[in-house]
């Protein structure tokens, strides 16, 4: 059973307008950008009291300090007080930073997600994790709060392009690894375009809030979750650091084929299995190009990993398909023979 606080909705207009007749707001605020204001933003206006528009530009590399900056001016220049509430209509990156946003304004205000992308309906709006990166280290600054409420519309991904789609799918494809071997089987039958997103929406959701119900503040099993991020950051944040930007998703999905690497040779991950997963993904996302330098720097920002305790590297690796362990530690020659065996995958 899902959270009270998460909602799949098939009409959002008026479910959001009941939402806000529940609660005595003094002011409400919507927090997009301008690529949802133009193609989301339309279907919730008219459900909308009178309210007042913050729109930032999209992009994960808009995603830091000097946002919030822009968007905690937008708030105090409103005069909002500790009884508004913050609507956040947009993809991960608008979810995890306007949340931030809400959480820190006078010590907190309300706020409800309203995810648009596959990557932010299955993961980043799901278990209250928020915030921004610094100085090109993903989610470096952030902290735990939960929406009053993360209203899911799968008529949203309609907007989507394919490349944001194949983003957040990186993000199922996980939590099968981790979590469902079944559902892994199911998945591996259909090409990524006929996938069943609602479906693969609602199995992800079910997982997560499972997860982040039983540990909110990421102590012991929501540790899972990280599968692939580990690596995946680091390349990711390496690549955004030098203008070179991938997806979120790609990066995941990197990071799943690097530590799944390290979980075959460690015998954790049987040959078979390990080849099957790299398959599958490389004939979804392709390969992220990587030089010896790229790989060097990016296994150095793996010691910036917030899931590390003192200098060891601590990551997720998988247990067979369905399975997976976390707190395991990994060495930086680890990381870089894993980068480059996924180097010299062909496609």
Known sequence: ?????????????NDLLAILQKKNYSQVVVLTDENCRRH???LLERSLPPHR????KSGEEQKNLDTCSFIWQAMTEQALDRHAVLIVLGGGVLGDMGGFCAATYKRGIDFILVPTTLLAQVDASIGGKLGVDFQHLKNHIGVFQVP???LLYSGFLKTLPAGELRSGYAEVIKH?????RAMWDVILQKPFADQDWDTLVRHSVAFKARVTTEDPTEKGLRKILN????????????LLGGNRRILHGEAVALGLVAEGYIAQVRGMLPEADFQQLYRYILSVYGKVALTEEDIESATALT???KKNKGNRILCVLQEGI?????????SPEAVKEALRFYRSLQI
């Not at 528009?53 to 930032?56: D, L, N, Q, R, W």
């Not at 599968?227 to 390496?238: F, K, P, Q």
């Open 322 to 330: 369905g399975n997976a362990r976390w707190d395991c530690e990994i």
């Open 227 to 238: 599968a692939g991020h580990t690596i995946g950051h680091a390349v990711e944040s390496y």
């Open 176 to 180: 099968t690894l981790i979590s469902d």
């Open 148 to 150: 009053v409420m993360t």
């Open 303 to 305: 010691l910036q990993d």
């Open 1 to 13: 059973m899902l959270p009270d606080n998460i909602l799949f909705s098939s009409d959002p207009t």
């Open 40 to 42: 989301c933003y339309p």
């Open 53 to 56: 528009v913050i729109e930032v």
